[in-house]
């Protein structure tokens, strides 16, 4: 993992997984869900399938590849780092880990000295 102060960074688990993605689908990116229909999620999407809107912001890269979250849910993460993990399991209903038996998950840290 990389410098606790970068807002995203991946486990090697994850990073697998991406590269596994990517080698089928290209370019992709990550959107952390909200909670909704799947949950509080990070959803993968390949790269201009999901419309970045104008209250989305870019919290980092994760394996090359952008993670988004919607500004409001942004700042009440403002001192939380996101850990990108993966874990076994189903993912979410539209996203492109869905099916492979292994999911992405989030974990947060908050930010200290």
């Not at 993912?91 to 000295?113: A, E, H, I, P, Y």
Request: net charge negative; proline share 4%; aromatic share 8%.
């Amino acid at each position: 993992m990389a410098d606790r102060k970068e807002r995203v960074v991946a486990t090697p688990a994850a990073l697998a997984l991406i590269e596994e993605i990517r080698a089928e689908h290209g370019d992709v990116l990550f959107h952390q869900s909200g909670g909704c229909c799947d949950g509080s999620v990070p959803m993968c999407y390949p790269a201009g399938e999901f419309r970045i809107g104008d209250n989305d912001i870019l919290l980092g890269m994760a394996g090359g590849v952008p993670v988004y979250i919607g500004a409001a849910q942004g700042e009440l993460w403002a001192h939380t780092q996101l850990i990108l993990d993966a874990a076994p399991g189903r993912g979410g209903t539209f996203s492109l880990d869905n099916g492979r038996g292994t999911r992405f998950v989030t974990r947060g840290r908050v930010f200290t000295d």
